[in-house]
C-alpha cells in the first residue's frame, strides 16, 4: 500500500497540469495512467503539432449544461496564463488563422513542458497502470491497481471522455462519479465528421478531397463560417466538425454555399453579360465544377442559359445554394471524434475547486466533465484551466 497526498487519473493535459500545481504547493502527487505514455492524446492533436490553445478563447465557446461554470477557471487561468507557460520553455508557437496556435516543432514539446514542470515539481508518474477501483476510507480514498494499491487525501480524475478507443479511451471516470452518487449527462462524439445516408453517400464520395468555404447552421440556429470537406464517407473540414456538437440525430444541417456572393444579383447580372451561356457553367465559376454537376444531374439547377432563368428561377436558385440543406446519417463516432459532448454534471462540482460537493476531496477536471469547447484549441484551454484551479486546492 501506497500513501501520498494526491492521485490523479490520467496523464493527460488536465492531469498533467493539475499534478504540477499540487506538486509546486508541496503536495506528494503519483499520477496514474493506463497507457505506456503520458499526453497521448497531445501528441496526435493538430496534425502533430497541437493547436494548444486560442488566442479568443472565452465562456462563450463552450458547451455546457450550465454556461456560467467556466468562468471563474478561465478568468483564473486564461490563454494568456498558458502561453506565458510555454513561453517560459522557450516553445516556437505561431499564430493560425481564428486565433489558433500551434507548435512550430512537434506537440512532443508540449509534452515535454508539462513532464518538465511535473518533474520540477517533484510528481511520481505511473504509466500501464489501469485503475481497476475506487474506494472511499477514512479521510479520503483508495486507488486500486494491477500494480498495487494506493491511498491518498484528495483524488483528481482527469480520465478524459470516450474519444479516440485506440488511444485507451474508458469510460472509468463515468463510472466513478456515477459510483459516489455524481449525475452524469449522456454521452456522444463530438467535433465528429457527419455520415450520409446511402443516397446521398453515393452522389457525393467521387467529390472526396474538394473543399469548400461556406456558412454550416444547426437546426438551433448556430452558425460557423469555415471550410466544409468532402470525404469518402461524407462530410468533414472545420465548419462540419464545429456544427457536429449541435447537431442532433434526424436534424438537417443548412449550408451556405456561396457565403462571399450575393447570388441573385449575380444571376441578374449574369443575364446582361454572358446570357447565353448555361446555369451549369456559370455556376461552376462559383463552385467545384464536379459538386456542380451533381446538384445538375440530381435536377436541383434549372437546365437553361442564364438569360432564360424567370424571376421565380433566380429565387429559388438563390435560397438553394445560400441555404442548401442535407441531412446527415450520423457521425463518425468516438473513432475519429476529436472530445466527447456531455460527462459530469457541473453542478455536481464547485466552479473554484473541481471537488465533488457530495464528495469531499473527489475533483473532476478536463473532458470527463460536461464542458464542450469549440475546435481551435479550446478544449485543450479548458484543460489547462480546470487543471489549474483544482492543483490549487487538492
Keep these: 500500500m501506497t500513501q501520498v497526498d494526491v ?18 504547493r508541496g503536495r506528494q502527487v503519483t499520477v496514474l495512467d493506463m497507457g505506456k505514455k503520458p499526453g497521448r492524446k497531445i501528441l496526435i492533436s493538430g496534425g502533430g503539432r497541437c493547436n494548444f490553445t486560442n488566442v479568443n478563447a472565452s465562456p462563450e465557446n463552450y458547451l455546457c449544461n450550465n454556461p456560467h461554470f467556466v468562468k471563474s477557471c478561465l478568468s483564473r487561468y486564461s490563454q494568456q496564463d498558458f502561453i506565458e507557460l510555454v513561453e517560459r520553455h522557450g516553445l516556437q508557437y505561431h499564430h493560425k488563422t481564428l486565433g489558433q496556435l500551434f507548435c512550430d516543432n512537434s506537440a512532443q514539446d508540449v509534452v515535454d513542458i508539462l513532464l518538465t514542470e511535473c518533474d520540477w515539481a517533484g510528481v511520481n508518474i505511473e504509466l500501464r497502470s489501469e485503475v481497476l477501483s475506487v474506494n472511499a476510507i477514512d479521510g479520503g ?53 457527419f455520415t450520409l445516408h446511402q443516397h446521398d ?15 454550416v ?48 444579383a449575380q444571376l441578374l447580372q449574369w443575364r446582361e453579360t454572358q446570357g447565353q451561356k448555361s446555369v451549369k457553367n456559370c455556376l461552376a465559376s462559383l463552385l467545384p465544377k464536379r459538386f456542380i454537376e451533381i446538384l445538375y444531374d440530381s435536377h436541383e439547377l434549372p437546365d437553361t442559359n442564364v438569360n432564360q432563368l424567370t424571376h421565380s428561377q433566380i429565387d429559388e436558385l438563390h435560397a438553394h445554394l445560400h ?64 487543471g489549474f484551479a483544482a492543483g490549487q486546492f487538492v
Excluded at 9 to 23: F, R
Excluded at 328 to 343: D, H, K, S
Excluded at 357 to 385: H, M, R
Design 201 to 215: 453517400k453515393t452522389r457525393f464520395e467521387s467529390l472526396a478531397g474538394i473543399s469548400i468555404p461556406c456558412i
Design 7 to 24: 492521485i490523479v487519473i490520467g496523464a493527460g493535459a488536465a492531469g498533467l497540469m493539475c499534478a504540477a500545481q499540487a506538486g509546486y
Design 323 to 386: 441555404a442548401w440543406s442535407i441531412k446527415p446519417n450520423g457521425t463518425e463516432g468516438y473513432r475519429t471524434a476529436e472530445v466527447t459532448l456531455g460527462g459530469v454534471d457541473t453542478d455536481e462540482l464547485s466552479s473554484k475547486t473541481f471537488e465533488a460537493k457530495k464528495a469531499p476531496g473527489l475533483y473532476f477536471i478536463g473532458e470527463v466533465t460536461d464542458v464542450t469547447g469549440w475546435l481551435g484549441g479550446y478544449n485543450f484551454q479548458f484543460c489547462w484551466s480546470s
Design 141 to 193: 480514498y483508495q486507488v486500486d491497481t494491477a500494480q498495487g494499491s494506493y491511498q491518498c487525501a484528495s483524488l483528481v480524475v482527469a480520465s478524459g471522455g470516450l474519444t479516440m478507443p485506440k488511444l485507451g479511451a474508458t469510460p472509468i471516470g463515468y463510472k466513478i462519479a456515477a459510483q459516489f452518487g455524481l449525475k452524469v449527462f449522456p454521452t456522444t462524439a463530438a467535433l465528429v465528421p
Design 217 to 264: 447552421t444547426s437546426e438551433n440556429g448556430t452558425s460557423f463560417k469555415e471550410n466544409l470537406l468532402f470525404t469518402h464517407r461524407g462530410l468533414s473540414g472545420p465548419a462540419v466538425l464545429q456544427i457536429s456538437s449541435f447537431w442532433r440525430a434526424g436534424q438537417a444541417v443548412s449550408i451556405n454555399l456561396l457565403p462571399e456572393i450575393e447570388l441573385k
